[in-house]
């Protein structure tokens, strides 16, 4: 019959009981599985950590739903979307006329015009008190002015409201013979036409369509160009 190997024992060589060989036995075996189960476990930590998916950019690492941090911040500077559901401007006439530079008197569809072929010299912008060139202010509409038209009957104070109303650039105000309406706002291919130079449309419009997006070339000079006669400013 075998018998169980005695374990050695460093600090004595007297005999042992079967008990104490046995109980040696058990806690050797005992501290080889604790060993075993300890590096199992440090190695399910160190697959874990190589195999956990990184934060998204911009996000902090386990922060998700309403009121998170460290998500990315806003691009500076970027243009911002126009607010859904914007009530449009009540009255507006659209059009589709083609810009085109010509060197003679143009027969317009609209009164006064708002677009189409015109002198490639564009109008000056600013005030006067008598009529402009056709020609000539439609260049400028093609450079993204409002054109401010009014009838000569007009009051002078209706004129001086007109005027205050509308911004400081990129602006032409001038009387219209035969123009049907008291006031007519034109801008390329959009026209608006009021009964008051107290209409509160008039910053609307202006505010939409001055170098706007119906221009075929907004922001471009609105100056240096034609001074024509009567400029009050």
């Given at each position: 019959?075998?018998?169980?190997?005695?374990?050695?024992?460093?600090?004595?060589?007297?005999?042992?009981?079967?008990?104490?060989?046995?109980?040696?036995?058990?806690?050797?075996?005992?501290?080889?599985?604790?060993?075993?189960?300890?590096?199992?476990?440090?190695?399910?930590?160190?697959?874990?950590?190589?195999?956990?998916?990184?934060?998204?950019?911009?996000?902090?690492?386990?922060?998700?739903?309403?009121?998170?941090?460290?998500?990315?911040?806003?691009?500076?500077?970027?243009?911002?979307?126009?607010?859904p559901g914007a009530a449009p401007i009540a009255g507006l006439e659209t059009f589709a006329n083609k810009p085109s530079h010509v060197t003679t008197s143009v027969a317009?569809?609209?009164?006064?015009?708002?677009?189409?072929?015109?002198?490639?010299?564009?109008?000056?912008?600013?005030?006067?008190?008598?009529?402009?060139?056709?020609?000539?202010?439609?260049?400028s509409l093609e450079h993204g002015a409002v054109w401010a038209t009014y009838d000569p009957a007009l009051a002078p104070a209706e004129v001086s409201a007109l005027r205050?109303?509308?911004?400081?650039?990129?602006?032409?105000?001038?009387?219209?013979?035969?123009?049907?309406?008291?006031?007519?706002?034109?801008?390329?291919?959009?026209?608006?036409?009021?009964?008051?130079?107290?209409?509160?449309?008039?910053?609307?419009?202006?505010?939409?369509?001055?170098?706007?997006?119906?221009?075929?070339?907004?922001?471009?000079?609105?100056?240096?160009?034609?001074?024509?006669?009567?400029?009050?400013?």
């Open positions: 019959m075998l018998k169980t190997p005695v374990p050695a024992d460093d600090t004595t060589d007297a005999p042992r009981s079967p008990r104490e060989v046995k109980r040696l036995v058990w806690n050797r075996r005992f501290g080889l599985a604790l060993g075993v189960l300890a590096a199992v476990a440090v190695s399910a930590l160190l697959v874990s950590s190589v195999l956990a998916p990184a934060s998204a950019p911009g996000e902090s690492a386990g922060t998700t739903g309403a009121g998170a941090t460290g998500a990315a911040p806003a691009t500076p500077n970027a243009t911002p979307a126009a607010t317009y569809p609209q009164t006064p015009p708002a677009g189409g072929p015109h002198s490639p010299v564009w109008l000056d912008c600013g005030v006067y008190d008598r009529p402009v060139p056709n020609e000539n202010a439609v260049h205050a109303a509308l911004p400081g650039d990129h602006v032409l105000v001038s009387p219209y013979p035969g123009l049907g309406s008291p006031v007519v706002l034109t801008a390329w291919n959009v026209q608006l036409r009021l009964d008051s130079a107290a209409d509160p449309r008039i910053p609307a419009f202006a505010a939409a369509y001055r170098n706007g997006p119906t221009a075929p070339e907004p922001g471009e000079s609105c100056s240096g160009a034609l001074d024509a006669p009567g400029t009050v400013g």
